[in-house]
Structures are given as C-alpha cells and as structure tokens.
C-alpha cells in the first residue's frame, strides 16, 4: 500500500498561482510514476499531468501544459504541481496518485490515490 497527502490547495484569483505537493509513504519503492488528476462535481476525473519515478519524463493534458509544471523529489517521495496562469476552468478538486506498474501509467489506471484538495479560482 501507498498512503498519499496532498496539500497546497485554496482559493485564488484568476491569473495567479498555487502550488501542490503530495507526499507518500508507506510502499514507496513500487512507484513508477506519479501523477494528478482533478474531478469537478457531475463530471469524471480527468488526468492532469504525470511524471515517471525513473528519468523524470512528464505529460500533460492539453488543458495545462505549459501553464502547470510537475516536478518530483524523489529523496521525499513528493511531487509537485506548480499551477501558473489560473483560470476558473481549472476549479476542481485535485488529486494526487501512483502508478506502480508501467502498464498502469500507460493506461492511465493508477493504483493509489490521495483525499484530495480543493482548488477554486475566483474570476
């Protein structure tokens, strides 16, 4: 098992930036990649960017690239997700997740997933 606690989330104004982290204990040495997702109400969790354990190679969704950087320590199983350019789209509660096996990160189906974090952008 994989425990996740992300943090860095809140209220902002249009335009500004936060910055989430997400630390995980527990099995770390099975993760492979790490990642973020975010789910609004009456909608499905949607993949916002990931970022392999090995090698640091990262994508995104088309929605926030270029705008949230994903970033990695691995000495502190943490990852981060530096959110720049906000915009009210990006309303949504955040997660944090692991993928423990390559097939997983492929698909997208990662095994362990945070409580999550409410981020809200004011226009």
């Known amino acids: 098992q994989v425990q996740l606690v992300e943090s860095g989330g809140g209220l902002v104004q249009a335009g500004g930036s936060l910055r989430l982290s997400c630390a995980a204990s527990?099995?770390?040495?099975?993760?492979?990649?790490m990642g973020w997702f975010r789910q609004v109400p009456g909608k499905e969790r949607e993949f916002v960017a990931a970022?392999?354990?090995?090698?640091?190679?990262?994508t995104y969704a088309d929605s926030v690239r270029g705008r949230f950087p994903i970033s990695r320590d691995n000495a502190k199983n943490t990852v981060f997700l530096q959110m720049n350019s906000l915009k009210p789209e990006d309303t949504a509660v955040y997660y944090c997740?692991?993928?423990?096996?390559?097939?997983?990160?492929?698909?997208?189906?990662?095994?362990?997933y945070g409580q999550g974090t409410q981020v809200t952008v004011s226009s």
């Open positions: 527990g099995r770390t040495a099975s993760i492979v990649a």
């Open positions: 970022i392999l354990w090995s090698g640091g190679f990262t």
């Open positions: 997740a692991v993928a423990d096996s390559v097939m997983k990160y492929a698909t997208r189906s990662y095994a362990y």
